[in-house]
C-alpha cells in the first residue's frame, strides 16, 4: 500500500514538472526510477496514465480521472505535515526568565499575551537585580543591560535604554539646580549598587566632546531599581534612572530632570540564552516578544 501510496505522489509530480527528466530532479532521483515507478504504478492498476512523446507526457482520459484523486490525497498529506509543523514550532513547557525587578513590569507586557496564544506555555519569572547563577536556577533566558561578563551564552540586543538623571521638585528646591556636573555643591546621589562594578555616572554635553564623571557623595544605595526611582521621589537624592521607568513621573511632575543639557550613555538591553535552547520555540517566542515591545518605545 505504501508503495502504491509513493507511485502516486511521483505520478503528480510527473505532471506538476511536466516530464520524467524535471520530477526527477524535483524528487532528488533519476529519470529512470521515477519511469520505473509510473510503469508500475500502470502495471498495477491495469491501465495507460500517461501518453509519452520525446518532448513531453500527457495525461490519458483514464489517467486524468485517477490524477485528481491523487492530487487530492498529495494536498491532503502536505495539509498533514503542516499542521504537525505548527504543532512541533507551539511553544509549549516552562519557560524560565529573570530579569531586574525594575524591569518585571515591562517584561509582563511583552509575555502575557504569548501565554494568551500558546496555552501549552508556562512561566516561572525570576526577578532579582544581582547577577544569578543561570545554570543553577535553570534559566531560559535573562534580560541583562550594559557590559555583559564573559560567557558562553548567547546574547542577543533587542534594544537600548536611555538614562536620565532626575531628583524631586522637593529636593531641587532644597538644593537647587546644577548647572554643570563639576559643580560643587551639597548634591547628593542614590546609587543603584548590585554588588558588582559600582556605579559610575559619566556625563557628555549634549552626548558629545569631553567625559565628566559626577564626584557627589552617595547617601543612598541599593540594589533594586524601583526602589532607588522611590528614595529619589522621596527626595532623597539625585539619580540616574532609566527613561522607561521614570516616564510617568517625568510627566505628572513627580521627577523631574536634572542636567537636562548632559547625557548619560544608554544601557544595551540583551537577551541572553544558553546555545542549547536558543533556537527552542518557547525562547524565540519570548525573544520576539521583548523585541517588539521595545522597538515601540
Excluded at 505522489?9 to 530532479?25: H, M, N, P, W
Excluded at 526568565?97 to 513590569?105: R, Y
Aim: glycine content about 8%.
Amino acid at each position: 500500500m505504501f508503495d502504491q501510496l509513493k507511485r502516486m505522489a511521483t505520478l503528480v509530480t510527473v505532471v506538476e514538472q511536466g516530464s520524467f527528466g524535471a520530477a526527477a530532479r524535483a524528487l532528488g532521483t533519476t529519470t529512470s526510477a521515477v519511469s520505473q515507478q509510473i510503469r508500475a504504478l500502470e502495471h498495477t492498476l491495469g491501465v495507460a496514465l500517461l501518453a509519452r512523446t520525446t518532448r513531453q507526457v500527457s495525461l490519458t482520459t483514464a489517467g486524468a480521472s485517477f490524477h485528481r484523486e491523487c492530487v487530492a490525497m498529495v494536498d491532503a498529506a502536505r495539509r498533514a505535515e503542516q499542521a504537525l509543523q505548527v504543532v512541533k514550532d507551539a511553544p509549549s513547557g516552562e519557560l524560565r526568565v529573570t530579569a531586574p525587578a525594575g524591569f518585571v513590569a515591562h517584561l509582563s507586557q511583552a509575555l502575557a499575551p504569548v501565554l494568551l496564544r500558546y496555552p501549552a506555555l508556562k512561566l516561572h519569572v525570576l526577578a532579582e537585580d544581582a547577577m544569578s547563577d543561570l545554570v543553577a536556577q535553570r534559566i531560559d533566558l535573562a534580560v541583562r543591560f550594559g557590559r555583559l561578563p564573559d560567557s558562553n551564552w548567547v546574547a542577543r540586543q533587542v534594544g537600548t535604554m536611555p538614562m536620565v538623571l532626575c531628583a524631586s521638585p522637593a529636593y531641587l528646591a532644597r538644593c537647587g539646580q546644577p548647572e554643570h556636573p563639576d559643580e560643587p555643591g551639597t548634591h547628593e546621589l542614590i546609587a543603584l549598587d548590585t554588588g558588582g562594578t559600582p556605579q559610575h555616572i559619566a556625563l557628555r554635553w549634549q552626548g558629545k566632546g569631553e567625559v565628566h564623571r559626577l564626584a557627589w557623595p552617595v547617601r543612598v544605595s541599593g540594589n533594586n531599581q524601583l526602589w532607588v526611582q522611590q528614595m529619589c521621589e522621596a527626595g532623597l537624592g539625585v539619580a540616574l534612572l532609566s527613561e522607561w521607568d521614570v516616564r510617568d513621573a517625568l510627566a505628572s511632575g513627580r521627577l523631574q530632570g536634572v542636567l537636562p543639557q548632559w547625557v548619560a550613555p544608554s544601557l544595551d538591553m540583551h537577551a541572553v540564552v544558553h546555545p542549547r535552547s536558543a533556537r527552542t520555540p518557547k525562547v524565540r517566542v519570548a525573544i520576539d516578544a521583548l523585541s517588539k515591545l521595545v522597538s515601540g518605545w
